[in-house]
């Protein structure tokens, strides 16, 4: 039997946190992890272009990629 992956910890209510299998998890920019918050958030998913939208404005789908990428 394969191990399970390591989970997310997402805590929103006093300071955010993010821990990956128990470990602080840090993230390049506050944008990086807006978009994990968000995510989390939204189980059922979010579309590329409201994401990008959001973080970065109308148009900016570029910059999702890239962050994307580096979380």
């Known amino acids: 039997m394969p191990d399970a ?4 910890e997402v805590r ?4 955010p946190l993010l821990r990956w299998g128990g470990a ?3 993230v ?6 807006a978009l ?3 995510l989390a958030l939204r189980p059922d998913g ?3 272009a409201a ?3 959001l973080l970065w404005g109308p148009g900016h ?3 999702l990629r890239v962050a994307l990428h580096h979380v």
């Open 51 to 53: 994401a990008a939208d």
């Open 12 to 15: 929103l209510l006093g300071p």
């Open 5 to 8: 992956p390591a989970p997310l």
């Open 46 to 48: 979010v579309p590329k």
């Open 61 to 63: 789908r570029g910059n």
């Open 28 to 33: 390049a920019s506050r944008k990086e992890a």
């Open 24 to 26: 602080p998890l840090t």
């Open 36 to 38: 994990l918050y968000h």
